[in-house]
């Protein structure tokens, strides 16, 4: 069974950084894409960043310029660099994992539980 383990969460001033670490594991086949998602109190949850295998990325507006997110392969884990960071940033961060299976050409989404990340004003 495929596992994510997400950590680095914590409480920030406005302005400052995090580094949020997702290690990926119990997958026998190459994991696709690796994403952040977030949930802020009394929202839905929402896309922040993804990068695929190769390296492309892609970016929510409200985090381009702030957020870089990046991965290892080989150690099947992404990061998330969260810069200039706002109170507005504050939720909880979720790690998302695709994988395409033969049996499965369309893949399944993994989730981890989630990192809370508060930044005060």
């Known amino acids: 069974q495929v596992q994510l383990v997400e950590s680095g969460g914590g409480l920030v001033q406005a302005g400052g950084s995090l580094r949020l670490s997702c290690a990926a594991s119990?997958?026998?086949?190459?994991?696709?894409?690796m994403g952040w998602y977030r949930q802020a109190p009394g929202n839905q949850r929402e896309f922040v960043a993804v990068?695929?295998?190769?390296?492309?990325?892609n970016y929510a507006d409200s985090v381009k310029g702030r957020f870089t997110i990046s991965r290892d392969n080989a150690k099947n884990t992404v990061y998330l660099q969260m810069n200039s960071l706002k109170p507005e940033d504050t939720a909880v961060y979720y790690c998302?994992?695709?994988?395409?299976?033969?049996?499965?050409?369309?893949?399944?989404?993994?989730w981890g539980e989630g990192t809370l990340v508060t930044v005060s004003s």
């Open positions: 990068i695929l295998s190769g390296g492309s990325t």
């Open positions: 119990g997958s026998i086949f190459p994991i696709n894409t």
């Open positions: 998302n994992a695709h994988i395409a299976t033969p049996l499965n050409l369309r893949g399944m989404d993994y």
